[in-house]
């Protein structure tokens, strides 16, 4: 079997880890969902640090930049801000959070 992984092109290497992270991801969520049902606050911490750092890997693995990405999540904030969702609205997670990522900036 590993004979048969060996001869595998790039592009389908490049493919199969594709798939095992988005896998991957989704396992992270999964975990995520047990540690919130469980009520543990590290778990939460740790399983929603895998999803982002899954989604990071995930998106350089297609060609986003970690940057790239970083803009793009705080252009994401911006939008969340202007468009008042309810979740800015009532608690001002998106602003919050904007000022974070621009404190680390």
Known sequence: MAVLFSNESDILRKM???EWLKA???THIGQLYQAMAKN????ISDGLAAVVVSCYILARRLGIGFDSLDKA???KVEQDIKK???VEKWFGDSSEYQRH???KG
């Open 40 to 43: 543990s606050e590290q778990a």
């Open 101 to 103: 990522l621009r404190k």
């Open 73 to 75: 999540i705080l252009q």
């Open 24 to 26: 991957e991801l989704i």
């Open 84 to 86: 008042e969702r309810e």
């Open 16 to 18: 199969r880890l594709i």
